[in-house]
Structure formats: structure tokens, C-alpha cells
């Protein structure tokens, strides 16, 4: 049951040299500083298998949720938030305001490239602008393009493997993965907009065979209502890894608005400001 998702992960750790509060991690950056460990399972496929005959018993929903335990199993929204905010979105923006669709709602692309090229087809004074999708998610007049090449990524996923049979905007794991932050010793699941980035990560453990094999794909809206309605179970550690193209994009919009504003100097010399993502993008 998608109210279960990420319940069955096992605990392969892996030791990241960043700060969990730095900024969104690049797949590729971060490579050479993880190390690998294996560690009890948390809960197997014959306890996975189980909740799913509970879930059909009770009309779908995970017998966990309808329990104190699960109701009590919850985020903060303000955490919440905090994570969303680690993923940029990209909104076509005219004037002050965003643009909207003939129902009132305007749309955000996690790919900017298809922001860029939606951008292209229209007249006037438009632009392409990123921010963080904590910024626009529980907006009811928002609505949430997934990349075009995660959903060609989730064909590519067999039915097994996904935990969501109805999966909009996907987030890609590996069974047992785990991020934790050598100076803090925190650690976090971490859940990639990309598939091959996380691939990235997993062949260092497990192999150009296995790899593959071991990758699970679960939907964006149910890991954030089992985080705000529980129950949150391991995705209480969870940590987004955004497409490393979309951090990328959002780097040159920081520098673009440094030129802008000090177009005579470097952008290394332009006094008050910061070169942290802003409105959040990152803090984890």
C-alpha cells in the first residue's frame, strides 16, 4: 500500500561528508565521499507483503495509519517545508505574478529546460524564474509538471518496484540506502528526482548488475501526506537529492542577478551578496 512506502527499506549507511543543513548535494560532487556499510533489515518482503493484505482488507489504507502509532507518526509542517525547499521548480513568470492557465492555476516545472521551452512559445514579457517547491506546494492554485525523463525513467521501473501504482512525480530510492553526515553523525534516506544520479551512487555498492535491480519508485505527493498525516515511519529521515540540472540552473539565476545588480564588477566582488541559493533552496 502506497501508505507503507519506503516501510521495507534495510539499512545499507552511507557516511556523506556535508552538512545535512548545507547546501541541495550534487550527485556527482559528492561521490568520492561516501562510504558503505551493511546493518540489520528493518522490515523485510514478508512483512511488506502482509501490510498489503491488511491494506485490502481495509479499504486500501495501511492498517499502520488507523493506529495511534501512525496518527502520532508525523512531521512537522515547518520540517516539511524545510525539505521541500531543497528542490527548485521553475514557474514562467510575466511582471510581478506567474502565469496562470485558463482554471486559475499556474504551472511549476522540475525540469527548467521545459519551463524554458514553454517560455519560448509565448509573446510578451515573459521569463523563466526557480524557487523552491516549499514555496508553491500546498498553493490548491499550483500544479506540479514532473521532468519529462523521470517519467520516461519510471517506465524503465517494473511494476514490482514501484510503491505507488499511480505515480505522478517520481522519487527514486534504493532498497537499504542511507546518507549520513560525518560530523553530526545524522542520518537521512535519501529520495533523487533522477534515476541515474541515484544509479551514481548505487553502483559504488552494489554493482553495474545489481544496482539496477535494487531501485524502488515511489510517488512525491505520498511520501509528503505520509510525512504531514503520518505515518512518517523512516521517511522521517528523508532527504531530497534534486536533479542535478536544475541545481545548476539555479546557480546561473544567482549569478545573473549579481550581474544585474553590480554590472561593472566581478561577481566575486559584489559587496552584500550572499552566495547561498535563496528563499530557502538548501537549508534543509
Given at each position: 500500500?502506497?501508505?507503507l512506502v519506503?516501510?521495507?527499506?534495510?539499512?545499507v549507511?552511507?557516511t556523506?561528508g556535508l552538512?545535512?543543513?548545507?547546501?541541495?548535494t550534487?550527485?556527482?560532487a559528492?561521490?568520492g565521499?561516501?562510504e558503505?556499510r551493511?546493518?540489520?533489515?528493518v522490515?523485510?518482503r514478508?512483512e511488506r507483503?502482509?501490510?498489503?493484505?491488511?491494506?485490502?482488507k481495509t479499504?486500501?489504507?495501511s492498517?499502520l495509519?488507523?493506529?495511534?502509532?501512525?496518527r502520532d507518526?508525523?512531521?512537522?509542517?515547518?520540517?516539511?517545508?524545510a525539505?521541500?525547499?531543497?528542490?527548485?521548480?521553475?514557474?514562467?513568470?510575466?511582471?510581478?505574478?506567474?502565469l496562470?492557465?485558463?482554471?486559475g492555476?499556474?504551472?511549476?516545472?522540475?525540469?527548467?529546460?521545459?519551463?524554458e521551452?514553454?517560455c519560448?512559445?509565448?509573446?510578451?514579457d515573459?521569463?523563466?524564474?526557480g524557487l523552491p517547491?516549499s514555496e508553491?506546494?500546498f498553493?490548491?492554485?499550483?500544479?506540479?509538471?514532473?521532468?519529462?525523463?523521470?517519467l520516461?525513467?519510471l517506465?524503465t521501473?517494473?511494476p514490482?518496484?514501484r510503491?505507488?501504482?499511480?505515480i505522478?512525480v517520481p522519487l527514486f530510492?534504493?532498497?537499504?540506502?542511507?546518507?549520513t553526515?560525518k560530523?553530526?553523525?545524522?542520518a537521512?534516506?535519501?529520495?533523487?528526482?533522477?534515476?541515474?544520479?541515484?544509479?551514481?551512487?548505487a553502483?559504488q555498492?552494489?554493482?553495474?548488475?545489481?544496482?539496477?535491480?535494487?531501485?524502488?519508485?515511489t510517488d512525491?505527493?505520498?511520501?509528503?501526506?505520509?510525512?504531514i498525516n503520518?505515518?512518517?515511519?523512516?521517511l522521517?529521515?528523508a532527504?531530497?537529492?534534486?536533479?542535478?540540472?536544475?541545481?545548476?540552473?539555479m546557480?546561473?539565476?544567482?549569478?545573473?542577478?549579481?550581474?544585474?545588480?553590480?554590472?561593472?564588477?566581478?561577481?566575486?566582488d559584489?559587496?552584500?551578496i550572499?552566495d547561498?541559493?535563496p528563499?530557502?533552496?538548501?537549508?534543509?
Amino acid at each position: 500500500g502506497s501508505l507503507l512506502v519506503l516501510a521495507s527499506l534495510s539499512a545499507v549507511s552511507w557516511t556523506l561528508g556535508l552538512s545535512h543543513s548545507s547546501a541541495p548535494t550534487r550527485p556527482a560532487a559528492a561521490m568520492g565521499m561516501f562510504e558503505a556499510r551493511h546493518a540489520a533489515v528493518v522490515m523485510g518482503r514478508a512483512e511488506r507483503r502482509q501490510a498489503d493484505k491488511r491494506n485490502k482488507k481495509t479499504g486500501g489504507r495501511s492498517a499502520l495509519s488507523q493506529s495511534s502509532r501512525g496518527r502520532d507518526d508525523v512531521l512537522p509542517r515547518t520540517e516539511v517545508l524545510a525539505r521541500l525547499s531543497e528542490i527548485p521548480v521553475f514557474g514562467i513568470k510575466s511582471g510581478a505574478g506567474f502565469l496562470t492557465a485558463e482554471d486559475g492555476a499556474a504551472c511549476f516545472y522540475l525540469d527548467a529546460r521545459e519551463a524554458e521551452r514553454m517560455c519560448s512559445k509565448l509573446s510578451g514579457d515573459v521569463r523563466v524564474e526557480g524557487l523552491p517547491l516549499s514555496e508553491v506546494y500546498f498553493d490548491p492554485k499550483c500544479r506540479l509538471k514532473a521532468a519529462d525523463s523521470a517519467l520516461r525513467q519510471l517506465e524503465t521501473v517494473p511494476p514490482s518496484a514501484r510503491l505507488d501504482p499511480k505515480i505522478k512525480v517520481p522519487l527514486f530510492c534504493v532498497d537499504g540506502l542511507q546518507t549520513t553526515d560525518k560530523t553530526t553523525g545524522v542520518a537521512s534516506l535519501p529520495l533523487f528526482n533522477c534515476k541515474l544520479e541515484l544509479l551514481e551512487f548505487a553502483v559504488q555498492v552494489y554493482g553495474e548488475d545489481l544496482a539496477p535491480k535494487k531501485v524502488l519508485v515511489t510517488d512525491l505527493a505520498v511520501v509528503v501526506s505520509n510525512m504531514i498525516n503520518g505515518p512518517a515511519g523512516l521517511l522521517r529521515s528523508a532527504r531530497f537529492f534534486p536533479d542535478a540540472k536544475a541545481l545548476t540552473w539555479m546557480d546561473e539565476q544567482i549569478a545573473r542577478k549579481k550581474t544585474s545588480m553590480f554590472p561593472s564588477q566581478m561577481l566575486s566582488d559584489a559587496p552584500g551578496i550572499p552566495d547561498t541559493l535563496p528563499l530557502g533552496i538548501g537549508g534543509g
